[in-house]
């Protein structure tokens, strides 16, 4: 089961771009990434997954370098309700699906 | 349209009082799950369900219980709560157990006294 590391904490500022990187060097070829966001007191929502190279949706950007050791969520042009927790997971059908505590991202005005 | 509905939203109880979360989900999916939030701590694991009548622990099952006798149904027990059982708890409901995207609900606060 690859385990993932992220910071606890960002802050950014309102119009800025934001990049939240995952650590996942023991990943396995079956493992797929998926981002979650969390507000205070909701259940996380799904925001994007990945698999290799680059996904873009309505919301974010995921990117996986080849080696998919590690991969990078981008928040274009965030806004203070952007202020939440963000959950990179690593997970595929056999595995137990564990969040880990989380990064928290603070927009500043 | 498509959720997973947990109630109560908030609960205060006293120690030893059994209570029941119910959850209930309307995508027919076939994986379910219970998880428990606290601060510093994160989302931990219950218990979770495969299937109708397949249950599995997480990573903190110790004082609850749980049922899958249908599958939109996932209720958590908790036969004698106790204060460290105080916390946030959210079902989730996806696909299957992997990398499918799972669907949360909106969290019951539960306190005991």
């Known amino acids: 089961l690859a385990k993932t590391t992220q910071p606890i904490s960002m802050d950014s500022y309102e119009g800025q771009e934001v990049n939240i990187t995952c650590s996942h060097n023991?990943?396995?070829?079956?493992?797929?990434i998926t981002w979650y966001q969390q507000f205070p007191s909701q259940g996380p929502r799904f925001i994007i997954q990945?698999?290799?190279t680059k996904v873009t949706n309505e919301v974010a950007s995921l990117f996986i370098p080849a080696d998919r050791k590690s991969s990078t969520l981008s928040l274009p042009r965030v806004s203070l309700s952007d202020t939440a927790v963000y959950y990179c997971?690593?997970?595929?059908?056999?595995?137990?699906?564990?969040f880990g505590k989380g990064t928290r991202l603070h927009i500043l005005p | 349209e498509a959720q997973v509905t947990q109630n109560p939203r908030y609960l205060i109880t006293v120690t030893g009082k059994k209570l029941t979360v119910t959850c209930s989900q309307n995508?027919?999916?076939?994986?379910m799950s219970w998880y428990r939030q606290d601060p510093g701590l994160g989302l931990r694991q219950i218990y979770y369900?495969?299937?109708?009548?397949?249950?599995d622990k997480g990573d903190v099952p110790e004082g609850y219980k749980v049922s899958r006798k249908e599958k939109r149904n996932f209720p958590l027990i908790l036969e004698s709560p106790s204060p460290n059982q105080t916390s946030l708890y959210f079902c989730?409901?996806?696909?299957?157990?992997?990398?499918?995207?799972?669907?949360f609900g909106a969290g019951t606060r539960l306190s005991v006294l």
């Open positions: 995508m027919n999916h076939e994986y």
């Open positions: 369900s495969m299937n109708v009548e397949v249950t």
């Open positions: 989730a409901s996806s696909l299957d157990r992997g990398a499918n995207i799972q669907y």
């Open positions: 023991n990943i396995a070829t079956n493992d797929y």
């Open positions: 990945g698999y290799k």
């Open positions: 997971l690593v997970t595929n059908r056999d595995d137990k699906i564990i």
